[in-house]
């Protein structure tokens, strides 16, 4: 990277607010006016400084770019899953961006695109597909569409010939979901700060539209789904501690609407229906959650009788319940797995994985009477597969697993648990995935990433892309700090609120550990986080830069204090239960003292490139862009401070594939470039 150039240092522009009897300066909140023409020439300028400084990387961009291409294969095609007699499945194609969806009757007959996102956004530079559900008596699919970035999506109806397609809604859409006669969709609508609060019934014959539901409580979200059975559409409403399930005939969408159990402080809880009734799951007297089963006659709580107990070291994370057979999503020791449990017999069966550091989930599983569950499968060193356990015969079978190009071998690359043991007595898990051969004694270099937040896990996963790092000698590592999900509700609640400090000093130790262990080196030791990751990875900056050389932040969420003051933005109320609201002087003071655009010192930094898109709608584009203004105004380091702001997309940035493979190898060449890998 190029030393000499002089970076944009934005206006300053007085601005202050009294808060809890503090006067508080935010003078880059000029920055916030998106339409403004002084915004868009600084944000302009920050990416033509950010193009100079990266301009001596773009040979390796190039040939990172090259190398990811040269391990997928660009015409691939998706396992086929069942609906109403139907297979439907996926294609990529050399040179096209996106998958194009296509069904066909058997395995015999000649497949027919229905849905090809490459035509529906030519001419835009930006397209994400939200939801798509099909038509009871196969013959149409309502499906979402958000060409902003924002997640604004609109909602059409298309027939599967293609020949008719109606926008049903133009924005605000969120879920939705057929009543039984593929007459009436039930559709879930946003509000102005994007929360989906009401519940709408459109009659597709006629176009006229129904209010069914509004959710008044703004900590509360709601959604809308059709049971796997069809017999029930279920409204769910849930803020981040709290829900409640409403149901309806799946046949006779026209009554009105049940109230499941009511809701009721700090009671989660989920529904799905099988051949006898419902199961729950809940953690009603139970942390780690527990699955209960009631009659459909009577639905309250004091019927739910226990199917699966609540265990102390067993988290249950989900369950798809089928006719005969349900398949339970679980945790143990941090890691996820699978267990299919008879409905008649109550007996269960894990199903074997090939690894423990894992991740595993269901796949497209939509037909209620089945006789085979499909699941994706993957590791930090095994490609994503799909598998098909098989209820009866309780084998497990390999439908398909990514071809990785170019020459790759799995026993190549080694993977490791290392278990950080902190002061308090917790034990925080990292994973780690790298090249065998280029291991050894010596300290390699190393990227270090975390989440740590909403409860989330951050389980290992297989990267292509990945691969360039590893072969260069780097090791990828994670450590799973609390405030996310690896170890159920316990883990979250020690990383939330006024306990979110945890996250950061769990993450500091994991690094400590990881330099003293003698795997890598502070000038060799990389951080990286996203959104809430990001937030992680800028306050662990703020409170020991020392440790680390280089620190990539995606669309980072650092303006903690600001953003949660304002109730007008997307995601800022309905986070009161994960972050506290800065109203209420104890979260304030909570707050501020790791929020980190707040806790910037004059003391030096390592090399940062932050990273925003324009149209975000978690985290606004203004959090990172004055993160970095004020970075700029008080560091005392001469490090690269680079700000890259993508003017199209959203929070996950580009949206075609070849886009985001090129923004991929853009972080690499930071990343490489950092640690003196760029040859």
């Known amino acids: 990277m190029k030393k000499s150039i002089c970076p944009p240092f934005p206006e300053k522009i007085p601005y202050t ?10 003078p880059y909140r000029w920055v916030h006016k998106k339409k403004s023409k002084a915004v868009r020439a600084y944000l302009e300028a920050e990416n033509r400084y950010t193009d100079e400084m990266m301009k001596p990387s773009l040979d390796l961009q190039k040939r990172l770019f090259c190398e990811f291409l040269s391990r997928i294969n660009e015409n691939d095609e998706s396992v086929p ?26 395995a015999a007959t000649r497949p027919k695109a229905i849905l090809d996102l490459n035509v529906l956004s030519k001419g835009r530079s930006y397209a994400s597909l939200g939801n798509i559900e099909i038509k009871p008596g196969s013959t149409h699919l309502a499906y979402s569409i958000d060409f902003t970035g924002f997640r604004d999506f609109e909602l059409r109806l298309r027939s599967m010939s293609g020949k008719e397609e109606i926008t049903l809604y133009h924005n605000r859409v969120r879920s939705f979901a057929w009543a039984n006669d593929g007459r009436y969709l039930f559709v879930v609508l946003e509000d102005r700060a994007k929360r989906p609060f009401q519940v709408w019934r459109r009659d597709i014959e006629t176009g006229k539209t129904s209010f069914i539901y509004e959710e008044t409580d703004p900590l509360f979200s709601v959604s809308v789904a059709r049971s796997r059975s069809g017999k029930y559409l279920f409204i769910h409403s849930s803020s981040s501690t709290t829900s409640e399930v409403l149901y309806v005939s799946g046949d006779d969408p026209l009554k009105g ?19 006898a009734g419902f199961f729950v799951l809940t953690n009603k007297q ?51 797995r699978l267990r299919v449990v008879d409905l008649k017999t109550l007996s269960s069966q894990e199903i074997p994985l090939p690894e423990h550091l894992c991740s595993v989930s269901g796949y497209h599983n939509e037909e209620y009477d089945c006789d085979e569950y499909l699941f994706e499968y993957e590791s930090y060193v095994s490609p994503e597969s799909v598998y098909a356990y098989h ?17 790759y071998r799995q026993s190549q690359y080694a993977t490791e648990l290392i278990e950080v043991r902190l002061e ?20 390699s270099p190393m990227v270090l990433t975390a989440y740590g937040a909403y409860g989330i896990p951050n389980d290992p996963y297989f990267s292509s892309t990945r691969l360039s790092l590893l072969d260069r000698g780097v090791i990828f590592a994670t450590a799973h700090v609390r405030g996310g999900g690896e170890r159920g509700e316990v883990w979250h609640d020690q990383g939330k609120m006024l306990l979110k400090r945890h996250s950061f000093t769990d993450f500091i130790a994991c690094a400590k550990h990881l330099i003293a262990a003698g795997y890598t080196g502070s000038d060799r030791l990389v951080i990286q986080g996203g959104s809430a990751g990001g937030l992680l990875v800028a306050a662990v900056t703020n409170m020991a830069p020392e440790l680390f050389c280089g620190v990539l932040a995606d669309v980072p969420f650092v303006d903690v204090v600001n953003t949660m003051l304002d109730e007008t933005l997307p995601l800022t109320i309905g986070e009161f239960e994960e972050w506290g609201n800065p109203k209420l002087k104890p979260y304030y003071k909570y707050i501020n003292s790791y929020s980190p655009y707040d806790n910037i010192v004059a003391q030096n930094y390592p090399a940062m490139l932050v990273q925003t898109s324009l149209n975000d709608s978690q985290v606004m584009y203004w959090e990172p862009v ?54």
């Open 17 to 26: 607010y009294s808060l809890h009897g503090e006067v508080r300066s935010d």
């Open 81 to 106: 899953y069942q609906i109403e007699g139907f297979l439907y499945f996926s294609k990529t194609k050399k040179g096209k961006q996106y998958p194009i969806l296509y069904r066909k009757r058997n």
């Open 257 to 275: 609407l049940r109230i499941f159990a009511k809701r009721r402080s700090c009671h989660e809880y989920y529904v799905e229906h099988g051949e």
């Open 286 to 336: 139970a942390k780690n959650f527990r699955v209960m089963f009631v009659r459909e006659e009577a639905t309250q709580e004091k019927f739910w009788v226990d199917v699966i107990s609540h265990q102390q070291d067993l988290v249950i994370d989900d369950i798809d319940v089928f006719k005969k057979h349900m398949v339970v999503e679980e945790r143990f020791q941090g890691f996820s």
């Open 391 to 407: 209820f009866d015969s309780r084998k497990t079978t390999l439908l398909k697993q990514d071809i990785v190009k170019k020459g």
């Open 424 to 443: 308090d007595g917790s034990v925080v898990p990292v994973t780690i995935v790298y090249k065998r051969a280029m291991r050894g004694d010596h300290l």
């Open 626 to 679: 004055k993160y970095v203004a004020r970075l700029r105004e008080l560091k005392t380091d001469e490090r690269p401070l680079l700000l890259n702001v993508n003017m199209d997309a959203g929070h996950g940035g580009a949206s075609g594939r070849y886009d985001f493979l090129r923004e991929m190898a853009f972080e690499y060449a930071f990343i490489l470039g950092v640690l003196g890998l760029e040859t």
